[in-house]
């Protein structure tokens, strides 16, 4: 096993092995049970029932994903699928847990390789299992060749979401080839029904919410970036066809993957839905040496019978009780101030200075400067990659910066994009050959820059060395982390050609292990993960950082799509949002400052505007929102996520409200994009308080109409509803209800 493989594996374990521990609250252990009499497996937790078995062919396979079965259940034993013509054999119609490719296998692998005599077969059987308080770990084999596959399969108490993952061992004599692996297969039985919803987009579009009907054949998302991508997100929920937002089956998953990965999803010709979750096999090639091993990314997949808002609350729970730093009990967002459009690449000591006196005036308590502070960095075209302080620009260091910034009591934060070089650098003058491409070929530049090949030792070495002496000298809390580019040329030249496509998984697992070793090394430092915008977002960087990036888009209406799509995966108390100028650099609209301000507080709330330019009543707008989100933040990144009125589908209402886990407190946002023809605003119908509880009304921004009581029940507000005065074009309302 190589050194990358055994921390993947390490990373791996350690998360599946804390996942079914005791949940918040002292609520009980997931129970896995195993019936050795029959061979059937079951986990339980979070009222989920996940099953499955061993036939009598040794196959493993998949027997009920779904709501809790009582604890006296017992399922039948596994059967293999008969043959329902020579054209359709039984090997592709069972539904297997972890299929291999081969037996006559068509439909798609969780495995497939290739042996030195050009042998690409691989028929799994079951070996052996173990099952403690906290998962089942199963062992498969190969019929003939020393090929051993172990499954780990933990289900969180609270949530019911199971985590799943696969490492393959090469016990032969030779090298064997890995052309593919999956962390899991996961299976439905036939429904002429199913939805199948997931997330695309672009720069500056992210998390576009897609939804459509699956059908005989497949339907695969991916990235083949070599990072997780804005085009696509590796989540996806499939749900019937009654189902609603807050009703009906879902079964959902996202893949812990930060790399190029891919999700498959077929219906074979009976109807029996597949989804397969794990690296790309576009360009992957993973020589194993004998004695070497590969683990898979872990998938991490739940099921809920409250339609898309009860999947989505619950995988938010799950986030940040099991995934998040800080888990379970993630730190709140600092509200943040961030230079970069107020100054772009013209940062000096003077003009951060004035900025960080104006932000600290409206209560930030983060001072975030951006591109421009090292190297001879005067636009993107230079510098990247020389991380030193650049003198004519700071010519005392950054010491008196920082000491003036937490003077003012804010913390300090940096941008850094560790990952890439300039041409034009110090850096890739002395060492061209760090880059990621292949001898004698183009190197493809983007944004002016190439991508530092992390998989190397002597690249992975200079990154923690500079960084932690970076970290080591300023007083830094809080470095973005960004990632501007996808790869191209993914070649590895100083490694022998079978080895070379390691680098599509020794790349990430460096990447993981270098901010798990700053954070040991820096453990006050948080990190969001940025890449262009939301193009890393996923369940494995997130366990290594604090927040991300939503999108470069910061178009307050744009974002209101956008935010409402990355709730469908992941959890409000990571989505960074901003409030910057008008009109917005992406689409010119002009919107007033307050509408900016309530788009934003959905989130982690950052101010980016320019604040040299706004004027004594924008600086009064500024403090009494900043202060009203202080009041209500626990609740937005912390609560219960009710996506009350969508944006989707071109409405022109939306409206979310977030819910307190102990009901002491709900926080609502409302939308209106136009009016007309003197239509009435419909009663917007609350959810999740608590029935009992009477519950004050609070305005924090907008009126709601006359005759509103000042204080009701929560019976009342869900069953009467709240009616906000809104008129025009572009208006916003935000109210907190309050339990007394």
């Not at 899991?184 to 009907?213: H, I, K, V």
């Not at 924008?618 to 202080?630: I, N, P, S």
Request: one cysteine or more; a neutral charge.
């Amino acid at each position: 096993m190589t050194d990358f493989d055994q921390r993947r594996r390490t990373l791996c374990m350690q998360l599946l092995g804390g996942l079914a521990g005791i949940a918040l609250g002292g609520a009980a252990r997931a129970r896995p049970v195993v019936d050795d009499a029959n061979k059937v497996f079951r986990l339980d937790g979070g009222g989920v029932t996940y099953a499955f078995g061993v036939n009598g062919e040794g196959q493993l396979q998949s027997l009920y994903w779904g709501s809790a079965l009582a604890p006296g259940d017992r399922l039948p034993a596994p059967v293999q699928v008969p043959e329902n013509s020579s054209n359709e054999m039984p090997v592709n119609l069972t539904p297997f847990e972890f299929p291999g490719f081969g037996g006559g296998l068509t439909v798609e692998p969780a495995l497939k390789v290739t042996f030195p005599d050009g042998v690409r077969d691989l028929v799994l059987r079951h070996v052996s299992h173990q099952a403690d308080d906290e998962k089942i770990v199963i062992r498969l084999k190969d019929v003939s060749r020393a090929v051993h596959v172990t499954l780990t399969y933990a289900m969180d108490a609270a949530t019911g979401i199971l985590a799943r993952s696969a490492v393959v061992e090469n016990r032969t004599a030779s090298w064997l080839q890995v052309d593919q692996l999956a962390a899991a297969s996961l299976t439905l039985p036939y429904s002429d029904d199913y939805r199948m919803s997931y997330l695309t987009g672009r720069w500056a579009g992210e998390f576009a919410l897609q939804t459509r009907p699956i059908v005989p054949g497949s339907i695969v998302i991916e990235s083949r970036k070599g990072v997780t991508s804005h085009q696509a997100n590796p989540w996806l929920a499939i749900s019937r066809g009654a189902t609603e937002e807050e009703a009906g089956p879902v079964w959902f998953g996202a893949l812990g993957w930060s790399g190029s990965w891919r999700i498959h999803v077929d219906m074979d010709s009976l109807g029996g839905l597949r989804t397969t979750a794990g690296y790309n096999p576009f360009d992957f090639a993973y020589r194993l040496n004998a004695g070497e091993s590969l683990a898979s990314p872990v998938f991490h997949a739940g099921y809920s019978e409250e339609g898309f808002g009860g999947a989505s609350r619950l995988f938010h729970r799950y986030q940040r009780e099991k995934i998040l730093p800080g888990a379970p009990a993630p730190r709140v967002r600092p509200v943040l101030y961030n230079s970069w459009e107020a100054t772009l690449f013209a940062v000096d000591e003077p003009g951060q200075i004035a900025l960080a006196e104006k932000a600290a005036s409206i209560g930030v308590e983060r001072f975030v400067m951006d591109d421009g502070w090292f190297g001879a960095r005067s636009s993107d075209k230079a510098g990247l990659g020389d991380w030193v302080v650049n003198r004519k620009k700071f010519p005392n260091g950054l010491a008196p910066l920082i000491r003036r910034v937490n003077d003012l009591g804010m913390e300090f934060g940096l941008w850094v994009e560790p990952e890439m070089v300039n041409p034009d650098s110090d850096l890739y003058r002395a060492h061209p050959d760090w880059v990621i491409h292949f001898p004698g070929r183009p190197r493809s530049e983007a944004r002016t820059q190439l991508v530092l090949n992390l998989a190397r030792k002597d690249v992975y070495d200079y990154l923690l060395k500079m960084l932690d002496r970076l970290l080591t000298d300023h007083r830094i809390g809080f470095l973005k982390w960004d990632h501007n580019r996808a790869w191209s040329e993914p070649g590895w030249p100083d490694v022998a050609a079978p080895g070379q496509q390691r680098l599509y998984v020794a790349y990430v697992n460096n990447l993981y292990k270098l901010l798990a070793e700053l954070r040991r090394r820096h453990p006050k430092v948080e990190i969001e993960s940025c890449a262009s915008g939301g193009g890393r977002v996923d369940l494995g960087i997130m366990a290594l950082t604090e927040q991300v990036w939503t999108s470069d888009n910061t178009d307050p209406f744009d974002r209101l799509l956008i935010q409402d799509g990355f709730t469908r995966a992941y959890t409000p108390a990571i989505m960074m949002a901003w409030v910057t100028d008008a009109p917005n650099f992406v689409n010119k609209r002009v919107t007033s400052l307050e509408y900016r301000f309530l788009s934003a507080m959905q989130g982690g709330l950052g101010i980016g505007a320019n604040l040299n330019h706004w004027k004594d009543d924008d600086f009064a707008t500024a403090k009494r929102l900043v202060a009203d989100y202080k009041t209500i933040r626990a609740t937005v990144l912390n609560g219960n996520l009710y996506r009350l009125v969508s944006p989707q589908g071109g409405s022109r209402r939306s409206a979310t409200l977030s819910v307190a886990q102990d009901g002491s407190q709900a926080v609502l946002f409302a939308f209106l994009h136009s009016s007309g023809l003197r239509e009435r605003q419909p009663r917007i119908q609350l959810r999740g308080l608590d029935a009992k509880k009477v519950y004050a009304l609070r305005a924090i921004a907008g009126k709601a109409a006359p005759r509103t009581p000042e204080r009701a029940s929560g019976a009342y507000w869900m069953g009467h509803g709240l009616s906000v005065a809104m008129e025009g074009d572009f208006q916003a309302a935000a109210f907190a209800l309050e339990a007394r």
